[in-house]
């Protein structure tokens, strides 16, 4: 072969390598829940490098999870004293921008019901290699459904991706439903199914659409101090969910929640991610 010709072999080779290295911009993505009788708080979506973990499976979870999991949190929405426990303050804090560990996250809401997809939305995540995303399971206790560091293909089309259930470990799963009058968290009068309190954060009616309040889809009772004072009864790492126990009574029995209703099995969520 011609030496031009095996130097423009050479040179292209390097081109189209360096084209397929290269991170595809743009990624519209959207989440359809598979479960029956479980709705999604709106999702937290992350495009970022190998420092950043929304979760990791088989370690402690980190009280921002903890907010996400027990509350649904995801954004500095409720009042200042969640300003530093939430994945708005843990991403956005100027260190993790300096050191250029994640480019974009989408907030997607509102809650999504059962058996529903939700709307596409984009965003740009130019050159970081890794996805995550987390949205809360209610009525739960601290169940959540996550993706956890996804590799973001370098060749463009359209990939699905599902999604298991997870216990943050940071919450014994009483399966008390919030609204529950007749259950008062440690003598304090505390409202249930908040992050630090014990109760399922969500309405208990499976179709429901107001589920909450604050912008999250879920309300929340912010508590002095550290976790609830049902320690013992925490699993202590993130873990797959062993789903719930739930009855069919419905005015007593061990749990709030419909077994024939609220139960599911993994996968609970799919993913669909176009990469232009």
């Known amino acids: 072969m011609n030496k031009k010709l095996i130097s423009l072999a050479v040179i292209?080779?390097?081109?189209?390598?360096?084209?397929?290295?290269?991170?595809?911009?743009?990624?519209?993505v959207d989440i359809t829940n598979l479960t029956r009788g479980m709705s999604f708080t709106p999702r937290l979506l992350v495009a970022h490098n190998e420092n950043i973990?929304?979760?990791?499976?088989?370690?402690?979870?980190?009280?921002?999870?903890?907010?996400?999991?027990?509350?649904?949190?995801i954004v500095n929405s409720q009042n200042a004293a969640s300003a530093n426990?939430?994945?708005?303050?843990?991403l956005t804090r100027p260190e993790n921008i300096a050191n250029n560990t994640f480019q974009a996250f989408g907030l997607g809401g509102p809650p999504l019901p059962p058996a529903t997809r939700s709307n596409s939305y984009t965003f740009d995540s130019q050159d970081f290699e890794y996805l995550s995303l987390v949205t809360m399971l209610i009525p739960t206790n601290d169940a959540f459904a996550g993706l956890d560091s996804w590799k973001i293909p370098t060749e463009p089309g359209t990939y699905t991706v599902t999604l298991n259930a997870y216990d943050s470990g940071t919450e014994a799963n009483d399966e008390i439903n919030a609204t529950r009058t007749d259950v008062i968290e440690g003598g304090t009068g505390a409202a249930l199914?908040?992050?630090?309190?014990?109760?399922?954060?969500?309405?208990?009616?499976?179709?429901?659409?107001?589920?909450?309040?604050?912008?999250?889809?879920?309300?929340?009772?912010?508590?002095?101090?550290?976790?609830?004072?049902?320690?013992?009864?925490?699993e202590g790492a993130v873990h797959i969910h062993r789903n719930i126990v739930g009855d069919t009574d419905p005015n007593g029995g061990i749990s709030d929640l419909d077994s024939t209703v609220h139960r599911?099995?993994?996968?609970?969520?799919?993913?669909?991610?176009?990469?232009?």
């Open 12 to 28: 292209t080779a390097a081109t189209l390598s360096a084209q397929n290295d290269a991170q595809a911009a743009t990624l519209t």
């Open 53 to 73: 973990d929304l979760f990791e499976p088989g370690t402690p979870a980190t009280r921002a999870l903890a907010w996400m999991a027990e509350g649904g949190v």
């Open 85 to 90: 426990s939430n994945f708005e303050y843990l």
């Open 193 to 234: 199914g908040g992050y630090a309190v014990p109760g399922m954060a969500g309405s208990g009616n499976p179709n429901a659409t107001n589920v909450g309040v604050g912008g999250t889809g879920v309300a929340i009772q912010i508590q002095a101090g550290e976790l609830a004072d049902d320690a013992e009864d925490r």
């Open 264 to 276: 599911w099995l993994n996968p609970v969520a799919r993913m669909t991610i176009t990469v232009n």
